[in-house]
């Protein structure tokens, strides 16, 4: 599962309205969907004013979302140890703007 | 374009979805349109049947979106992306078709009600990218 960060958190060097968030998982069965469900709802907790979407590999690659959107990749989270990743991705994401 | 809100339920930037409202009253199938919350419809059509269906304007619509909606407001019969700007994966429309659930936006929802199986209803692009991927 991969982390992107898009919008203006990420692009604007100075005012920036929300933090955009989106998770990539691997297929469209129920499990990759539940975990990613799980990760957002632990990025929400942990990013104030997070917005998160979701998306499998092959949507991703339908809307092109990567590319058109300009998301930078955060992270790869380690599915049987999420917390963890999140735990680095969340203060990536915080230190991001304070470089 | 107005931001629409990023989670659960993706409801519109003006907070109603008042056109999708004037086309199910105007469609000449359906009898009856019920308000249950701000983002959710029982829409009964003539014959009887009724239709629970989700309004959202999900920027792009996929499986984990779908799953989140069941969560959230149980089984759904159709789930209807509400603005232009908004899209929905071929991934997920597969999904909900093999569980009896139409994935559409306005204009394919008013096709799809025409039809005894709405759930099956694809669009021309639609029908085209199933076979590309030979799923039908």
Known sequence: MKIYGFGSYFSSKTSYRDIDILIVHESDACEPCMKAIEVKRNILNEIEGANVSILSKSAEEYFNFVSTSHAILLGTVDENDFLSSVDKIVSDVAAFRAT | ?136
């Open chain 2, 1 to 136: 374009m107005p931001a629409h809100k990023n989670n659960f339920p993706w409801m519109s930037y003006y907070g109603h979805y008042k056109f999708f409202e004037e086309r199910m009253r105007e469609h000449n199938k359906v009898k009856e349109v019920r308000h249950v919350n701000p983002s959710f419809y029982h829409i009964e059509l003539k014959d009887g049947k009724v239709i629970k269906t989700f309004v959202c304007e999900c920027y792009s619509f996929d499986v984990a979106e779908y799953i989140e909606v069941c969560q959230e407001l149980g089984e759904v019969d159709a789930v209807v992306i509400s603005s232009n700007w908004c899209g929905y994966s071929p991934g997920v429309k597969r999904y909900c078709m093999n569980r009896g659930v139409g994935v559409y936006d306005i204009r394919g929802f008013m096709a799809a009600i025409n039809k005894r199986n709405y759930w099956e209803y694809l669009t021309e692009d639609e029908k085209e990218k199933f076979e590309e991927n030979g799923w039908i």
